[in-house]
């Protein structure tokens, strides 16, 4: 976090574009919703899953998402490419994983999940008046149709695809092990090669005919892919390890600015130089996430970026990022050289990559150590 008061007027300017520019070239964008449906229910924040998977990811929606890859080989045999990160990619998108609904042991979701009326009227972006197709035995209505369940299916697409994963009896698309099926199903087409790059993109292209969509989902794919490899720990011992499975626990939960702290995510306050608030937000922004890891190990470091440059053995800019060590702070300043103008930091990972909590919309994650502007250095405490 960027000291508040003074500074952060003298900088504020040059910070926001920095931060501007940083949001239009990185994706994904949380929260974001399909170009065709939005949902008519607002962002809520999600359950937290510490440890072995995506941290924004209801532990029972990732295990549709694992199963339907598993099974989709019985459906498409031909298919190839198709893992887990593709559907919560898919699923990311379209309903930020079903977070905010419960989601029963068999996968059934309540309150169903519904898209807005395709009638033509405009709301949530649509222009096309799509007639009734079920009877609005998935949609709940018989007046037009909407898109429905975390994959947000037509009942028209789904009446083609939609498959019994869970063995009721019933292909349900707002049960989460068929609508992940049914996501497989869809994706895998003929049996496409979802390991070939233009492969996945022409079926992401299929769900949604847009470039955004496009660009948002492999994002979020991307992510996911990482975080499913996890980083190889197994040469780092005491306590530089024990503080990047710290901060690495803590993947996938949101920024807050001003959030975060020693014992853990906290509520943040109001507000960026961009003017995002933190207040609503539970989570970490970059100065917190380095509180709570290094207190792992009985560190305390100072609560704003630019003072935590001040403590331990500074690694001056001069010498690269090949200088750095695992378990090292990343500093970046908008005038390198000049600590006082510190506006961020990280924990470096190993291979050029550091863990980030990077900026308001995005959550804790592994970043490459270039992802962010004005490179300034790093401490090391250990």
Known sequence: MKRPGRRVRRWGCVVALLMFAAVCCAAPAGNAISAYVALETGAQEGGIAEGGSPADIPPRMLTAYKKAAKQIGKYVPKCRGMGWPVLAGIAKVESNHAIGRSIADNGDIRPKIYGVLLNGSGAGGNTAVLPDTDGGRWDGTASGERAVGPFQFLPSTWQSIGKDAGGDGTADPHNADDAALGAAIYLCGNGRDLGNGSQL????????????????????????????????????????RT????????????YSWGGGNAEGRSYGICCSPGGKSGASIKGFDCSGLTQYAYAKVGVSLPRLAADQAGVGQRIPAGLGPGALQPGDLVFYATAPGHDATIYHVGIYLSGGQMINAARPGTVVRLDAVSAMSGYAGGARLL
């Open 201 to 240: 993109k022409a079926a992401i292209w299929q769900y949604n005919h847009s470039n955004a969509y496009v660009a948002n989902v492999l994002g979020w794919i991307d992510q996911y892919t990482a975080a499913a490899a996890g980083p190889d720990l197994k040469s780092l011992s005491g306590k530089a």
């Open 243 to 254: 503080v990047i499975e710290a901060a690495l626990s803590q993947r996938g939960v949101p």
